[in-house]
């Protein structure tokens, strides 16, 4: 990826939008991670030490 662009636009308006920045794979694996989490009663964002495999 050329993120040039990307530095161009923090510079200038202090955000960048990442296109295509995780694989359909690896979005799918990470939602599967917060629905157990979820299910299970646990908070990803409460919870640093889970991990999802």
Do not use: P, T, W
């Not at 939008?17 to 694996?29: F, G, H, K, P, T």
């Amino acid at each position: 990826m050329n993120y040039s662009r990307n530095k161009i636009e923090l510079e200038e308006n202090g955000y960048s939008v990442l296109a295509d920045l995780y694989s359909d794979n690896e979005i799918s694996r990470i939602l599967a991670c917060i629905e157990n989490a979820e299910q299970d009663g646990n908070s990803v964002y409460e919870n640093k030490g889970f991990v999802c495999h």
